[in-house]
């Protein structure tokens, strides 16, 4: 195993004070319990957004706290949930009377520990409403989930719903939105090799060196089968055609097309495979109007892409323009 760390116990807690460092403008971070917020937290009268899961997966979700998107984030250990006191924590330093959203990855212990922590802010009065998000078609079940997993779209997610809180809507009307995009995205993924948990050193599957995994999650969960590794144009057709047919996207469509490395993969394989995804949605009459290329829900080390698709309209549109200013996500502020 090679990584630039100094202890395998300690990465989180030592990459959480190096954001804090980092960042001072725009998050907070506190260790005991563990958990994130933007600097100017609580915003009076607007409703807060939280998420969380286990870290490793960086940008998410520490990186998207800020303006425009979420209000907190609870990091778990590595590949770990969060637990119920690390959520209830970044809760309530978030509230501001509002009410508060919390995004939740359809992982069961992610689902679980923020229901434990939606009730006991419930009983300390705070209104706490939670969106799951499922957009993986990989699978349906995994070691890790009940359900399909929350994968790419939960990025998407996030900004969108930061903006709808950051323009003033209530509780409901966040909630409602974030369930909307959550209803209209689609994720898979696949990855070239696995990656190492630091603190079991050891590679989560193995892989030929002429065999890829399709429908990897971001845990290094293996996917839904083995295959040669073949071109590009050939994965996008294959990650793409199981989204495309999943919902369906249909021919006139408008949409943003979300390219994610899985840590190790170069920019220029991530450009080079969003050329292929844009010829094969325009084949289909499928128009891509917003994009997004790069790392941002990893998992580790691992070389890999995931490619997400969201179907848009005026609104969710307009809320993916909106300004936002993060450690990982900035435009317009």
Do not use: E, Q
């Given at each position: 195993m090679k990584k630039i760390i100094n202890d395998p116990s300690t990465v989180v807690t030592e990459a959480l004070q190096g954001m804090a460092l980092a960042h001072p403008d725009l998050i907070k971070v506190t260790l005991e319990p563990a958990y994130i917020v933007r600097a100017d937290a609580p915003v009076q009268g607007k409703v807060a957004l939280v998420s969380g899961g286990g870290s490793g997966h960086e940008p998410l979700h520490g990186g998207f706290v800020g303006d425009g998107m979420l209000d907190a984030a609870a990091p778990g250990a590595v590949f770990?949930?969060?637990?119920?006191d690390q959520v209830l924590a970044a809760t309530q330093a978030v509230n501001g009377g509002a009410g508060v959203l919390h995004i939740v990855?359809?992982?069961t212990g992610d689902v679980l520990n923020f229901e434990t922590a939606a009730e006991l802010a419930s009983a300390e009065d705070i209104e706490v409403s939670s969106v799951v998000v499922d957009d993986d078609v990989a699978v349906k079940d995994s070691t890790w989930t009940a359900g399909r997993r929350g994968v790419g779209g939960t990025v998407l997610l996030e900004k969108i719903a930061g903006a709808s809180a950051a323009r003033g809507d209530d509780l409901a009307t966040v909630t409602a939105i974030a369930q909307r995009v959550n209803a209209q995205v689609r994720s898979m993924g696949m990855a070239l090799t696995p990656c190492t948990v630091p603190h079991s050193g050891e590679p989560s599957f193995t892989l030929a060196e002429d065999e890829m995994e399709i429908g990897i999650g971001i845990h290094g969960e293996p996917g839904r089968e083995r295959a040669k590794l073949a071109p590009a144009n050939?994965?996008?057709?294959?990650l793409l055609g199981s989204v495309v047919e999943d919902l369906p996207f249909e021919s006139g469509a408008k949409t943003l097309l979300?390219?994610?490395?899985?840590?190790g993969t170069p920019l220029i394989e991530l450009y080079l495979a969003y050329n292929s995804a844009r010829s094969f949605l325009a084949e289909r009459g499928v128009e891509v109007t917003r994009s997004l290329?790069?790392?941002?829900?990893t998992s580790l080390e691992m070389q890999g892409m995931s490619i997400t698709l969201l179907n848009l309209d005026d609104e969710l549109t307009e809320l993916w323009d909106a300004p936002v200013h993060t450690p990982a996500l900035r435009w317009g502020a």
């Open positions: 770990t949930s969060p637990t119920p990855k359809n992982y050939d994965i996008v057709a294959t979300f390219v994610n490395g899985m840590g290329v790069g790392n941002f829900i």
